[in-house]
C-alpha cells in the first residue's frame, strides 16, 4: 500500500507544473485525495482535495484559481495542475489518502502518505 508522488522540479514565478500521485495496493476509487504540503520552517498546509469520482474538488484559499486537482481512477493516479506559480507556493508536496468516508481538511484524518516532491518557485 502506497502513494508515490512525482512531477515536482524547478520553476519560475508564473509557470507551471504537474504533480502525479500514483496509488497503489488500495482500491484508489474508494477514497477521497487530497494534497498537502509544507514549506521551509511553517507548518504542513492542506491544498487540495477531491472525492472519490470527483464530484466534489476544493482548494486553499491560496491556490484558489491557478491550481486544479483532478484524478484518473483507471490509472490509479491523482493529479495537481500548477498554473501562475508563485515563490510562496515553494514546499514540499505530498499526496495523501482520507481516511474516513467524505471530505476532509484535517491532515489527522488522512491515514496514508507519499514521500512528497519538491517544487521550488524561482527566477
Known amino acids: 500500500v502506497q502513494l508515490v508522488e512525482s512531477g515536482g522540479g524547478l520553476a519560475p514565478p508564473g509557470g507551471s507544473l504537474r504533480l502525479s500521485c500514483a496509488a497503489s495496493?488500495?482500491?484508489?476509487?474508494?477514497?477521497?485525495m487530497s494534497w498537502a504540503r509544507q514549506a521551509p520552517g511553517k507548518g504542513l498546509e492542506w491544498v487540495s482535495g477531491i472525492f472519490s469520482f470527483g464530484t466534489k474538488v476544493d482548494y486553499a484559499d491560496s491556490v484558489k484559481g491557478r491550481f486544479t486537482i483532478s484524478r484518473d481512477n483507471a490509472k490509479n493516479t491523482l493529479f495537481l495542475q500548477m498554473n501562475s506559480l508563485k515563490p510562496e507556493d515553494t514546499a514540499l508536496y505530498f499526496c495523501?489518502?482520507?481516511?474516513?468516508?467524505?471530505?476532509?481538511?484535517?491532515?489527522?484524518?488522512?491515514?496514508?502518505w507519499g514521500q512528497g516532491t519538491q517544487v521550488t518557485v524561482s527566477s
Open positions: 495496493g488500495f482500491t484508489f476509487s474508494d477514497y477521497t
Open positions: 495523501a489518502r482520507v481516511s474516513r468516508e467524505g471530505f476532509s481538511y484535517n491532515s489527522a484524518e488522512f491515514d496514508l
